[in-house]
Every structure is written in C-alpha cells, then in structure tokens.
C-alpha cells in the first residue's frame, strides 16, 4: 500500500493508472508518428504543442476510467464490467473532447491523429487490462502472509485481503498461538524456533498480528528477532486502517487512541478548516444563489410549507446546532420529533422533493451553516439528537465522532452509502475515526474530488 493525500492506495492499482495514462499518451504519439510521418511528427510535437494536447487527452482519459470505477477493487476483477465501462469511457471521452476544443480550438488534435490514436487506445488499453487481471490473479505473484492470533480481527482482516487481489498479499495460514501441549509457557527460544520454523513452512515472508489479548501472550522477542531476519512484522490493526479506508472498531483499545499519532487538532489545522471551509462555500453560494432561489420558488408552489427545512443535529463536543435544508417532504412529516430515516419509496417526499434528493440540491442551504461556522465543508456527517443517543448507547467510542465539528460531506459519505441502522451507523463511525486519525488538507481534497463524483453520478441519494 502507497500512503498518498493521507490515504492508502494499492501499488498495483496506482502501477496500473499510471501505466494506462502512459498507454495512452504513447498511443497518440504512434498516431501522431502514423499520420504525420516521423519528421512533420517531430515538428508537430516539439513545435506545436503537441505534446501538451495528448497531456490533455491523457488526463480526460485517465479522469474518466477513474470515475466509471475503473480501479474500483469489484470492477478490476470483473472482465464484463471492465469491458462495459471502457466503451462507456470511450464514449464519454468523445464528448467531453467534442466540448473542451470548442472552448479550446488550439488545444485540438488533427482529425487523423485522434482517430488513430482512439482506436490505438481501445486496443491497447484492453490489452493492458486483460494482462494485468491475469497476472493480478497469479498467486505465484502475490506476497505470502501469516496470521498470528484468532482476535476478533482475524476474521473480517483476512476475508478483506482474501477478497482484493489488486493488495498483491496473499494469506497462506493463521497462527492462533504459539504453544506446547501442555500448560507450562514456552521459552523466548522455543517462541521463536516454533515461529520460525511455521514461516518457513508457509514460506512467508510477512507475519501480521491480529491477536486479541496481547498481554503476556504477544512473543516480541521471537517477531524482533523475525523482523531482523527480514521477515514483516506488521499490526493487523494498521493493516486493517490501510486496506479498508476506516478504523477496526471491534478491536479497538482506548490505549490505541490514546497514543495514536492522530486524533489531535493543531492550531494551524482548525485555521485552516475554517479559512478553507469558509472560501469554498463562499463561492459556491454566490454561484448557486440563483439555483437556490428557483429551487425554493418550486417547493412553494409544488406543496404547502415552507422551502426551508430545519432541523436539530448534534455538532462538535456533542453541542446541537440548526441545520438549514431545503424541505423535500410534506410540511410536519416530522413533527411528532419521530425522525424515521428516508427510505428509496418514501410517501413523505413531495414531487419536487424526490428531485432534490435524487440530484442533492437539497443540501445546498448547509452552506449557510458552513458559513456560520456550525460545520466544516469537510467532516462526520451529523446526525438528529434522537439518532445520536442510540448511537452513544450502542457503539463503543462514539463519542469520539464529536472531536471536530461535522461537514456537508466526509470521508463515510464517499465510502458508505445511506445508513439507516445502528450496523449501518458503526460501520460509518469506522470511517469517520479514519478522517479524524488522518486529517489533512491533502484528504480533505480528495474527499472533495471524490464527492464531485458521486454528485456528477447521483450516487447514495434517498
């Protein structure tokens, strides 16, 4: 795993992105060098800005196989899907072309060029494709890994690893402890000759810790001396954090959050969630003011009621705050203080209000809250009091969810979609612990990226 923008990203995944744009670029070139010839091609790349306009086809294709989910760990094994989307990316990369050299006459490539070069990238990008998922799938490619423990982590740890080849790790065998048969412990040389002697079975050259009662159990002395024959020790508490994208809750320890490098908010941090937070939504107010005032004109006239809907949620250190949306269902659906989750069918919603949530436009008057200084852009999603009592109630550590003050999107929303039960609810606190462990501009703006996408798809709307 690469740590990038905060974030863990696969190796193979960020190989296989780079080497498509790569693909891609070269295709262009082969075209250019097809049509033109290789010295009218030399002049044209070196002295026409060549190069920069297939940098821009490049980049159009590359944004385009990342928002059909192209590197969606379901998608890469998928040979139907892989297929279905890349001709869904071709088309799509035709037409958003088709719009940028209207607005960019000079940014065009020659007609020749560029339908050379699109079929050179059909090719070879299914090529690529077909190869990487073979080799992606050979075990003999894959690193060998050993389980030690059977904790509550070792199950859902190695089903999660078992299922994403594109990890390149492969689990060969788990350890549930290391014994002698009867109930005297073992030596620090019989753990380790024990232990050694299992990674050399399994040939393993990566051992990862999911046990669950480490004290007095744990053979440090037997993994230090693993670790210096170059064998990887690794805890499969942070192992788990760097596939998944969220924090393993069930074997969480207030020891770990204690003394864990995050989960502390500098000074220059909380300024720079204000100041970033206040500048973006800003802007997008000014320029969905006009959105907002027709969107509240066709509430009016669509059902009785007022276009603003408000709503108590709970906020930083578990203070409650007004929050501002645009009302979707009939006026007093929730009166009775009976806040019942949305549902795909519900009869509450009005006719506009069902278009609202299906686009999210709903959420745009947030951006009041967001200048007010009641939310971040960027943070847990809150919820109604009522929600966030059962959740105190029934989640370990939630209360940790009111470290920093919620947002209009998050590091849950893009990663798990609506949540209606308590399951539903600690699953997203795992992924909010991994925001407030790692935040920083750098995944505050891929979290932003990624929103752009699920909006542009109308993804996880109710």
């Given at each position: 795993?690469?740590?990038?923008?905060?974030?863990?990203?696969?190796t193979r995944?960020?190989?296989?992105g780079i080497?498509?744009a790569?693909l891609?670029?070269?295709?262009?070139?082969?075209?250019?060098?097809?049509?033109?010839?290789?010295?009218?091609?030399?002049?044209?790349?070196?002295?026409?800005?060549g190069f920069?306009?297939?940098?821009?086809?490049?980049?159009?294709?590359?944004?385009?196989m990342?928002?059909?989910d192209?590197?969606d760990?379901?998608?890469?094994?998928?040979?139907?899907?892989?297929?279905?989307?890349?001709?869904q990316?071709?088309?799509?990369v035709?037409?958003?072309?088709?719009v940028l050299?209207?607005a960019?006459?000079?940014?065009?490539?020659?007609?020749g060029?560029?339908l050379?070069?699109?079929?050179?990238?059909?090719?070879?990008?299914f090529?690529?494709?077909?190869?990487?998922?073979?080799?992606?799938?050979?075990?003999?490619?894959?690193?060998?890994?050993?389980?030690?423990?059977d904790?509550?982590?070792?199950?859902?740890?190695?089903?999660?690893?078992?299922?994403?080849?594109?990890?390149?790790?492969r689990?060969?065998?788990?350890?549930?402890?290391?014994?002698?048969?009867?109930?005297?412990?073992?030596?620090?040389?019989e753990?380790?000759?024990?232990?050694s002697?299992?990674?050399?079975?399994?040939?393993a050259?990566?051992?990862?810790?999911?046990?669950?009662?480490?004290?007095?159990?744990?053979?440090?002395?037997a993994?230090?001396?693993?670790?210096s024959?170059?064998v990887?020790?690794q805890?499969?508490?942070?192992?788990?954090?760097?596939?998944t994208?969220?924090v393993?809750?069930?074997?969480?320890?207030?020891?770990?959050l204690?003394?864990?490098?995050?989960?502390?908010?500098?000074?220059?941090?909380?300024?720079?969630?204000?100041?970033?937070?206040?500048?973006?939504?800003?802007?997008?107010?000014?320029?969905?003011?006009?959105?907002?005032?027709?969107?509240?004109?066709?509430?009016r006239?669509d059902s009785?009621g007022?276009?603003?809907?408000?709503?108590d949620?709970?906020?930083?250190?578990?203070?409650?705050?007004?929050?501002?949306?645009?009302?979707t269902?009939?006026?007093?659906?929730?009166?009775?203080?009976?806040h019942r989750?949305?549902?795909?069918t519900?009869?509450?919603?009005t006719?506009?209000g069902?278009?609202?949530?299906?686009?999210?436009?709903?959420?745009?008057?947030?951006?009041?809250?967001?200048?007010?200084?009641?939310?971040?852009?960027?943070?847990?999603?809150?919820?109604?009091?009522?929600?966030?009592?059962e959740?105190?109630e029934?989640?370990?550590?939630?209360?940790q969810?009111?470290a920093?003050?919620?947002?209009?999107?998050?590091?849950?929303?893009?990663?798990?979609?609506?949540?209606v039960?308590?399951?539903?609810?600690?699953?997203?606190?795992?992924?909010?612990?991994?925001?407030?462990?790692?935040?920083?501009?750098?995944?505050?703006?891929?979290?932003?990226?990624?929103?752009?996408?699920i909006?542009?798809?109308s993804?996880?709307?109710?």
């Open positions: 795993m690469i740590r990038f923008l905060n974030a863990y990203f696969p995944t960020l190989f296989l080497s498509e790569l891609v670029a070269l295709a262009f070139v082969a075209a250019t060098v097809a049509r033109l010839g290789t010295s009218d091609a030399t002049l044209m790349l070196n002295y026409e800005q920069v306009k297939i940098l821009v086809v490049a980049t159009v294709f590359i944004i385009c990342y928002y059909f192209l590197y760990s379901f998608i890469l094994s998928n040979r139907r899907e892989v297929l279905t989307r890349l001709v990316v071709l088309g799509t035709c037409i958003l072309l088709a050299y209207y960019f006459p000079k940014l065009q490539l020659g007609r060029i560029f050379i070069g699109f079929l050179l990238v059909a090719l070879f990008v090529l690529w494709r077909r190869l990487f998922l073979l080799v992606n799938t050979m075990p003999r490619f894959a690193e060998r890994a050993l389980i030690l423990g904790g509550p982590l070792a199950k859902p740890l190695t089903e999660e690893i078992e299922s994403r080849s594109e990890l390149g790790l689990i060969v065998g788990q350890l549930r402890g290391l014994e002698n048969g009867n109930a005297s412990p073992l030596s620090e040389a753990q380790f000759e024990q232990l002697r299992q990674v050399q079975t399994y040939r050259s990566r051992v990862i810790v999911a046990m669950g009662e480490r004290r007095g159990r744990l053979p440090v002395e993994l230090l001396r693993l670790k024959r170059g990887r020790i805890d499969g508490s942070e192992v788990f954090e760097a596939i994208g969220k393993p809750i069930e074997s969480l320890h207030l020891s770990w204690l003394f864990s490098s995050g989960f502390q908010l500098s000074r220059p941090l909380l300024i720079y969630k204000r100041v970033f937070s206040f500048l973006i939504s800003s802007i997008c107010f000014v320029i969905t003011a006009p959105v907002m005032a027709l969107v509240a004109i066709a509430i006239l009785p007022p276009a603003i809907f408000k709503q949620r709970i906020g930083e250190g578990g203070k409650p705050f007004t929050l501002f949306k645009f009302r269902m009939v006026d007093g659906a929730d009166r009775d203080d009976n989750p949305a549902e795909k519900d009869e509450r919603f006719r506009v069902k278009v609202l949530r299906r686009t999210r436009l709903d959420e745009l008057p947030q951006l009041i809250n967001i200048l007010r200084g009641d939310m971040y852009f960027v943070g847990p999603r809150p919820f109604v009091p009522n929600q966030e009592q959740c105190l029934k989640i370990p550590y939630y209360r969810r009111w920093v003050k919620p947002g209009a999107t998050g590091w849950a929303q893009i990663n798990r979609g609506y949540c039960t308590v399951e539903d609810n600690k699953e997203k606190l795992a992924y909010d612990l991994f925001y407030i462990k790692n935040i920083s501009v750098g995944l505050d703006l891929l979290i932003m990226f990624q929103t752009i996408k909006l542009l798809l993804r996880g709307s109710r």
